[in-house]
């Protein structure tokens, strides 16, 4: 019990820290990855869906 608890404890941590080291191309792809469509992906960044096709491309 106390070992879940403290791996728990320490993943939270973790986890916030990958998270933050991802970036917007990579989540539009994930996004993508669920067949989500353009204009939805733009409604969680609040701009168009021109903006998020064109942060998607590779440069």
């Not at 019990?1 to 973790?14: D, E, I, Q, T, Y």
């Not at 990958?18 to 960044?45: E, G, P, V």
């Given at each position: 019990?106390?070992?879940?608890?403290?791996?728990?404890?320490?993943?939270?941590?973790?986890?916030?820290?990958?998270?933050?080291?991802?970036?917007?191309?990579?989540?539009i792809k994930r996004y993508r990855s669920y067949c989500w469509s353009?204009?939805?992906?733009?409604?969680?960044?609040?701009?168009?869906?021109?903006?998020?096709?064109?942060?998607?491309?590779?440069?």
């Amino acid at each position: 019990m106390r070992f879940g608890l403290a791996f728990a404890v320490l993943m939270v941590p973790l986890m916030l820290f990958i998270w933050s080291l991802d970036t917007n191309k990579a989540r539009i792809k994930r996004y993508r990855s669920y067949c989500w469509s353009w204009k939805k992906i733009a409604t969680i960044y609040n701009v168009s869906p021109t903006t998020v096709r064109r942060w998607s491309i590779p440069k």
